[in-house]
C-alpha cells in the first residue's frame, strides 16, 4: 500500500521561499513519473509541475521560474522548491503520479502567501 505524505507548507510573505516534500512508500518516486498539484479555495486542483519518469522536470506558466521540481530516489522523496511566491499560489498542495494521479491524496501541505 502506497502512502503519501506531504510536508514543508507555511505561512510566508510575498516574495518569500518554501520547500515542500513528498514522501512515498515503495518505489512510486524512483520508478514513476510525479507531479505536484494544487488545490486553492473554491478552486479545482491543478497540475503546477511534473517529473517524467526519466526526463525532465515541467511546469505550467503560471509558475515556471519560479517553482522547481526534483527528487531523491534513495530516500523516495519527491520535492518542490517554492520561490518568488506571490498571494495566487495559496494553497494546498499535494503529490502524486502524472498524468494519471491513481494513488490514494495525502494531506496535502497548506501554502499561505501572505503580507
Known amino acids: 500500500q502506497v502512502q503519501l505524505v506531504e510536508s514543508g507548507g507555511g505561512l510566508v510573505q510575498p516574495g518569500g521561499s518554501l520547500r515542500l516534500s513528498c514522501t512515498a512508500s515503495?518505489?512510486?518516486?524512483?520508478?514513476?513519473?510525479m507531479g505536484w498539484y494544487r488545490q486553492a479555495p473554491g478552486k479545482q486542483r491543478e497540475l503546477v509541475a511534473w517529473?517524467?519518469?526519466?526526463?525532465?522536470?515541467n511546469y505550467v506558466a503560471s509558475v515556471k521560474g519560479r517553482f522547481a521540481i526534483s527528487k531523491d530516489n534513495v530516500k523516495k522523496t519527491l520535492y518542490l522548491q517554492l520561490n518568488s511566491l506571490k498571494p495566487e499560489d495559496t494553497a494546498i498542495y499535494s503529490c502524486?503520479?502524472?498524468?494519471?494521479?491513481?494513488?490514494?491524496w495525502g494531506q496535502g501541505t497548506q501554502v499561505t502567501v501572505s503580507s
Open positions: 515503495g518505489s512510486v518516486v524512483s520508478n514513476n513519473a
Open positions: 517529473l517524467p519518469d526519466g526526463g525532465s522536470p
Open positions: 502524486n503520479r502524472w498524468p494519471v494521479p491513481n494513488l490514494a
